[in-house]
């Protein structure tokens, strides 16, 4: 075992300053603060370099925690960072906004008695550090190849499969239908978790190793799925999820009762410095209003907190289950409360009232009943508990579910799940269509960056596995003839 090693015993964890609630509800800047590099090296220290890494085990990209924890203690960081970038292609955007309590650090094996190793802020410190240091370059392959590849999709499952297939060499081309490259890393994810100009700072990085954008390009409007399939040797859609769930309860024709994406969308323009008239009409801004927000997932956790920084005269978040059951992150759910969101559990809405704009929402109180086949409580009503929250703003956060994709693609023949979703060979991660592939929240429905980025990656090398096996198909018939 190296000395530097195994000092959680005697060194307390210890995350990066966050900065005071007070001041980080008047601004959208990120909240914690970058690690010293004599504080990461003591922190990485407290790793106790287990055999069997749970860490690594429950990271999706199976990153190499203990190694470069073991590098970062001993000041290796250039080395830290070689290892960290070579399985993931974002560290520094995994290590700021994936739910670590869930992941990688929720399973490290000295969380029990001593708190985990925060491997989070560790991975991007050493990213940053190696941005500073220049130690990040573009994509260079080593050969160029002469086909092309299209990528449906400038979000984390589109750009860990365009760097992937650039690294091979492919003449990479991404179409998004937004103008900025990201997907909901620029446009859902808000400021104060993700830092705009870090995301930027990545798509620069691929722009200058020779991936060429399409932006401002729908797929389906602009170019048709079969015109992508003509042009390049494979294609991979990794278009996201964006269908907002809704409740049908009455009242829900009201004006002031907005989904989530557009008002997060709305929100971020606005911090890029773009115009966007509703948020200038008030229409999708929270200042001065009483704000109810319905759901519990980390799409509620980031509009609450928007509307706190927009300066919400109050901000309430109702969800069906309990603290304890709800889906967003218990780290996301302490911040949102530091900064003066009240939550209200066990309320589930049954009508919004008002004339023409919404003035309330009519909620139940809920209790929880016996366990679902998945073992998860089912919320029951308490009889005679109806009462109305008042509201001048109503932000619906209920999850999302995939657009009609053989439509929006006009492809009748591309097969999809029972929820929408692409349907895949798990091996291949290829649709039923010849040479396109699928990647991301499309496949997995709405899930985390971290996965979306593993299933780039690994469509990436399906991509590369068969357009190889098709030109040495084709160069076979030739080589016979000759
Ligand atoms: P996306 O990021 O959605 O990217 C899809 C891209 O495809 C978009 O740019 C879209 O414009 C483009 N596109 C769609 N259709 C077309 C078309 N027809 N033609 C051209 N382009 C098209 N995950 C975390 O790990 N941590 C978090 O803290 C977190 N917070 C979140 C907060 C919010 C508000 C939301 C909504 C999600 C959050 N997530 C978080 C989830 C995470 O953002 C997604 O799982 C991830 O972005 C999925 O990546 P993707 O590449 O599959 O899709
Ligand atoms: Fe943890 Fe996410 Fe980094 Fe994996 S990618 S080590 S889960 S922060
Ligand atoms: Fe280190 Fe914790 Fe991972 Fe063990 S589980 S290798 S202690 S980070």
Known sequence: MPEAMLKFVSVAQ?????????????????????????????????????????CQIHCPL??????????????????????????????????????????CEGNCVIEKGFESVTIGSIERFITD???AQGWVKPPRPRQEREQSVGIVGAGPAGLAAAEELRRHGYQVHVYDRYDRVGGLLVYGIPNFKLEKQI??????????????????????????????????????????????????IPGAGLGNIIQAMTYLTASNRIGLGDRVPEFESGALNAEGKRIVVLGGGDTAMDCVRTAIRQGAKSVKCLYRRDRKNMPGSMREVSHAEEEGVAF?????????????????????????????????QTPEEVPNSAHVVKADLVIKALGFDPEDLPVQFAQADLKVTGWGTAAIDFRSKMTNLDGVFAAGDIVRGASLVVWAV?????????????????????????????
């Open 14 to 54: 210890q995350y990066p300053a966050k900065r005071k609630a007070e001041a980080r509800a008047r601004d959208f800047d990120e909240i914690y603060q970058e690690y010293a590099r004599a504080k990461a090296g003591e922190q990485a220290s407290r790793c106790s370099q287990c055999g069997v890494p749970f």
């Open 62 to 103: 199976h990153n190499n925690i203990p190694d470069w924890l073991l590098m970062t203690s001993e000041g290796r960081l250039e080395e830290a960072y070689e290892l960290s970038s070579a399985t993931n292609n974002m560290p520094e955007i995994c290590g700021r906004i994936c739910p670590q309590d869930r992941l």
């Open 129 to 131: 550090t190696a941005f």
């Open 199 to 248: 995301v930027q700072r990545r798509a620069k990085l691929l722009s200058d190793g020779g991936v060429t954008f399409h932006l401002d390009c729908e797929v389906g409007r602009d170019v048709t799925l079969a015109d992508l399939r003509a042009r390049h040797a494979a294609v991979l859609i990794a278009t996201g999820v964006y269908k907002s769930r809704d409740i049908a």
């Open 344 to 376: 209200t559990w066990l309320v589930a809405p049954e009508a919004y009232t008002g004339d023409t704009i919404v003035k309330g929402v009519r909620a139940v109180r809920m209790r929880l009943g016996a366990p679902d086949a998945t073992g998860r």
């Open 454 to 482: 593993r299933d780039g990656r690994d469509a990436a090398e399906s991509m590369h596995r068969y357009i190889q096996a098709k030109a040495a198909a084709e160069a076979k018939p030739l080589a016979q003839a000759s």
